[in-house]
């Protein structure tokens, strides 16, 4: 049995918590998978990447109602594929031996390992390891839905046809189709860069509208915009999958009973990710679970057991967040290495204004109070939208689609909620962001600075001028 | 003579003053030249639709180091001319109709007119006008410069080889090739725009940096890119210009007297704007001018006589404006507007965080202070930058040239200045004039907020957390 003073597990935004504020004490960090977690091996990082060579295709294939006659003669998978882990994977393996070979306080422990007991840990190994102190930040995995012919196991393996987002950028040629099985976040990014790229796409999704979280008037004009693009099948329940020599051919029933048989080269699943606290075996510590699997933590990112808020372990980022988003995850982890540093004065998480962004096409962001949810919380609001189309920056874009859609208090007159469809959806929030962040109200914010003319932000500040508001 | 309420010379931000609430009073309304001014007809408006052709053109042609292999088999310039002007044409004239034709208390006056008296307008038909109160927005005019050769009436004359930002937007045909005249903001859109649709491109400038008015960082940093696109000629005095059946010639002299030769197909004159108080004789009205030209005026937009605010006459835009700035002359229309409606309670202009932007390429926007002015204003301030490349949108851009400048006090921790280089420079500027507008310190803005993962905003949000502020 070893003991260490700090027991991470996890490197995704856990990594960025032990810094030379904790030299003086022991560390053991433990880590399964890629050093740097999801969002760098797997998650934003690399889809961005892929995400804006798809733009550059895209925006090429669209230009002759620019007046400009450009096309695409082919697309180089393998280049693009080599430039983004090129870049990435030294990324991973420098943060490993960083951590692994660099810091004479810290032992890396490469392997799973599980809670045997309220404040210990077994590795895969058979170490057993104590700690004064744990943070979790074990992340999430990716779901693989229970469906008749799918083989869990086959998933992302070499030579597969069936992939998750683990695997499928590394794909070793682009596919000629695709049928991604997915309504959500994950799925419309997939969709853009693949579709983009020049394979054939269809989408086939559970329920309806794509992007149902999203504010009604978003997910309702993506779906609309994604019909234009990709052969989308919504409110299918998919009941089996079959993988030939081939492709893979999966059967869905519509809420009519009937059933369609949909063929392509390469099936995505993307059905979304489930916190893995369950691995962890949390449970074995105490530690409180969700129902949805997430670890339970208070404000100040301290786990609970029975209730109680436990001082010396506390978790981050999916593993019990309610937002699988990166940003948050980061924000957590300061906050956790403030409570590590100064227990004394527990900083909490701020959780007010989360946005998000799906960097699919066309691009969405948003943050704050779906129009429903103000709707079902009662709110007394006032609603505005602007199109793309209506502002200067607009008309150059030629847009015909994109929107913004705000949400204020009808009395305190301040933002609950903002909601962006169209090109660079995720630069022209942040003042949005920004605005209910720090209290600011729409009207002031509107009025009470300039707006570039003829830049994209103006409108954001027509929408705000829109709000019907007094004052 | 014609006396009327009020009179309104020019109809740029000037158009936007009378609405509803002056029904009751008689208007006139002089326009000598387009409806709606330069942004709308040869400025803002048609540049930037410009603009995005261009940036889809150079998308397609940079595309090959994305993995995407496209080709611009050519641009269709005529298809691009009449998209911009064929949507821009008709609101001036819709905007022209409406004024003329649909409301009872206005007369219009297409024509020229000078003042004759200090409240007498003379038009150019000799009508004689008077009235209570006047609002000067006349706007600003092409500087012609004085070079031996250069004949001012062939400017933008028809089938001519030398043009202004007023004629070359409308060229019959691209041409082959460009001198551009001129080292500001004009010089670098048109030529962005020209040399991206596929025009070869000289640029003879007077001084160094191009955009020297920009922070030093930037403009030497834009120099570098412009020099990578065009032919570049910095301190350069023009002495000749001859035009030819087949093209235009130029003669430059440098610094070390050694004389050039340049020649293309066209020129194009882009020596900046004056303000066309001059033309209007407002001395004859007895109104102060500025050593270059712009009517003086207060806080409250009033135009000085003698050093003493007129209440009867006010200016607004680029005729009085240190700011060649379509937001700056809406939001000086707004106030002049307000203080028609309400002279007892005089609403002031604000003119502490003005915004602007140059969409060449890169892009450019900035606020505030440059460092030049923060040093020679004696302030304490500290200083970030931050590069594109080292955030994660700016690996998808596979950026080499973008940064951030941020500029802060060091005392109150409030930014200063911000200068952006590279792609929508002018979309993530906005939460910096907010945060300058509304007072939020540079650390505030930096931690109390969420910034999407992984946004371009990131770059932003890395440039505030290196500033070196206590706290």
Same mark, same amino acid.
């Given at each position: 049995m070893t003991h260490y003073d700090l027991i991470v597990i996890g490197t995704g935004s856990g990594n960025s918590i032990v810094d030379d504020r904790f030299d003086d004490l022991s560390v053991a960090i433990i880590e399964q998978g890629l050093f740097g977690g999801t969002c760098l091996n797997t998650g934003c990082i690399p889809t961005k990447m892929f995400v804006y060579a798809a733009e550059v295709a895209r925006t090429a294939r669209d230009s002759s109602r620019y007046g400009v006659d450009a096309h695409v003669d082919g697309v180089r998978w393998p280049d693009i594929r080599e430039r983004v882990f090129g870049r990435i994977d030294p990324i991973e393996s420098d943060g490993r031996s960083y951590r692994s070979e660099r810091l004479p306080n810290v032992t890396v422990y490469p392997e799973h390992a599980e809670f045997t007991g309220r404040r210990e840990l077994t590795t895969a190994g058979g170490r057993v390891l104590t700690a004064d102190r744990f943070v979790i930040a074990a992340g999430s995995r990716v779901i693989v839905p229970d469906i008749d012919g799918l083989d869990a196991a086959a998933v992302g393996a070499p030579g597969s046809r069936i992939h998750s987002s683990d695997t499928v950028m590394r794909l070793a040629e682009l596919p000629g189709s695709m049928i991604v099985l997915g309504g959500g976040y994950i799925a419309a990014e997939m969709a853009h860069v693949f579709s983009a790229l020049g394979t054939s796409m269809t989408v086939v999704a559970r329920s309806a509208p794509l992007l149902r979280? =999203?504010?009604?008037?978003?997910?309702?004009?993506? *779906?609309e915009c994604a019909r234009e693009s990709w052969d989308v099948h919504l409110n299918a329940q998919v009941t089996a999958v079959r993988t030939g020599s081939d492709g893979v051919e999966v059967d869905y029933r519509s809420a009519d009973?009937?059933? *369609?048989?949909?063929?392509?080269? *390469?099936?995505?699943?993307?059905?979304?990710?489930?916190?893995?606290?369950?691995?962890?075996?949390?449970?074995?510590?105490?530690?409180?679970?969700?129902?949805?699997?997430?670890?339970?933590?208070?404000e100040f990112q301290r786990v609970l057991s029975g209730g109680t808020a436990q001082d010396d372990v506390f978790a981050l980022g999916d593993v019990c967040s309610p937002y699988q988003l990166k940003h948050v995850a980061n924000h957590e982890a300061r906050v956790v290495q403030a409570n590590l540093i100064d227990p004394d004065h527990l900083t909490a998480s701020d959780h007010r204004y989360v946005p998000s962004a799906v960097f699919t096409h066309p =691009?969405?962001?948003?943050?704050?109070? *779906?129009?429903?949810?103000?709707?079902?919380?009662?709110?007394?609001?006032?609603?505005?939208?602007?199109?793309?189309?209506?502002?200067?920056?607009?008309?150059?874009?030629e847009d015909t689609t994109g929107f913004v859609k705000l949400l204020a208090d009808r009395d305190s007159g301040q933002l609950i909620g903002a909601h962006i469809l169209g090109p660079e959806a995720s630069m022209i929030i942040q003042p949005l962001i920004q605005a209910m962040s720090f209290g600011l109200d729409a009207k002031a914010m509107a009025h009470g600075q300039y707006w570039i003319h003829p830049a994209l932000p103006e409108v954001i500040e027509n929408a705000l001028l829109k709000l019907d508001l007094p004052g």
């Open positions: 979280h =999203q504010d009604a008037a978003i997910a309702e004009r993506f *779906t009973g009937a059933v *369609t048989t949909l063929a392509a080269d *390469t099936l995505l699943l993307a059905s979304g990710r489930r916190p893995s606290g369950d691995l962890l075996r949390a449970d074995n510590a105490g530690i409180d679970m969700h129902a949805d699997g997430r670890i339970a933590v208070d =691009q969405i962001a948003s943050v704050g109070l *779906t129009e429903q949810e103000a709707h079902d919380d009662g709110r007394s609001y006032v609603v505005a939208t602007h199109d793309y189309g209506a502002v200067a920056y607009g008309w150059a874009l």
